[in-house]
């Protein structure tokens, strides 16, 4: 059988945020069995804990937003992509700022973070999202959606009317129980274009964004000198994202996932609908032989 994860150490990290430009230190520390991911603000005066759900997640705009009350941490979507990579069912997460940091764009920084701590199995068992029938959501020509499948299984599509998206690389299909998400979608960082972070920079946002943690494109090419990692790599930072927001279910689905331009917003609305369709899918504990995450 599988058993639940969680971190023997304790360990921290220190960057800036995306969007404030602020220093923010973070804490990964254990949690014991059935405890979940749980975030905590420890900046403020009265430290409060958001445990993830779909309902956690209170904006969608420009990342994933959770949120308990007034308060909020934002830009939560790397670190829980490579909690889910990494199989970490239990952690409590303090965040010294309203924003987990960027890092370098992309997932590579908290993976290599959550190993140091050391990953271990624990005694519960873990619970698996497994679907059995489809369950869709669309938003025009975007849509997003499971459907039953003996692994987890993503296909993603994006469309950008941009020189530098060329059509061959917009389509990624990857079967993350034979290949690895550390190989092939963690290095993958967060893009954008100079006149959105521009206009988001007049509004008081974007503040730490630069070409050290963001492609970055003008109206024809990309502004980073060393180019990209992958060469389809705009695709596979969307896949990042989406395994990070679907991991707001709170553990780790069995099935298909398939996406056309698909962001946060349509992520969150698929995990929401999930909820309400509780006849599509089934809690379960699995005998995979060996659990392949990361």
């Keep these: 059988m599988i058993y639940q994860k969680s971190i023997k150490n304790e360990v921290s990290a220190l960057g800036v945020g995306l969007h404030t430009g602020q220093k923010v230190r973070v804490v990964l520390k254990p949690a014991k069995e059935n405890t979940g991911i749980i975030f905590k603000r420890t900046d403020i005066k009265v430290p409060i804990e958001i445990k993830i759900n779909p309902q956690a997640v209170k904006e969608t ?29 239990n952690i409590l997460i303090e965040v ?66 941009h020189p530098a998206f ?13 290949d690895s998400y550390v190989n092939d979608i963690s290095r993958a960082r967060t893009f954008g274009f100079m006149q959105e972070v521009e206009y988001l920079r007049s509004n008081g946002l974007a503040r730490g964004g630069s070409l050290d943690n963001a492609i970055v494109l ?23 994202d989406a395994i990070g927001d679907l ?8 099935g298909k996932f398939t996406a056309y331009k698909s962001g946060h917003e349509l992520n969150n609305k698929l995990l929401r609908l999930m909820l309400e369709e509780k006849n599509k899918w089934a809690i379960e ?7 392949k995450t990361a």
């Design 61 to 89: 705009r420009l990342s994933s937003t959770i949120g308990a009350d007034e308060h909020r941490i934002s830009t939560v979507e790397h670190l829980m992509s490579a909690l889910s990579a990494l199989g970490v069912d």
């Design 96 to 161: 010294g700022g309203s924003e987990i940091p960027i890092m370098d764009g992309s997932s590579i920084p908290f993976v290599y973070l959550i190993n140091s701590a050391v990953v271990f199995d624990q005694s519960a068992l873990k619970k698996f999202a497994v679907i059995k029938d489809m369950i869709e959501v669309k938003d025009g020509e975007k849509f997003a959606k499971f459907e039953p499948y003996s692994g987890f299984l993503v296909d993603f599509t994006i469309n950008f009317p």
């Design 285 to 291: 504990h699995l005998d995979l032989g060996s659990e």
């Design 247 to 254: 991991y707001m279910i709170g553990m780790p689905i069995i």
């Design 166 to 178: 060329k059509e061959e690389n917009n389509r990624v299909v990857i079967d993350f129980f034979k």
């Design 218 to 240: 003008d109206e024809y090419k990309i502004l980073n000198d060393e180019g990209l990692r992958y060469i389809d790599e705009f695709v596979r930072h969307k896949i990042l």
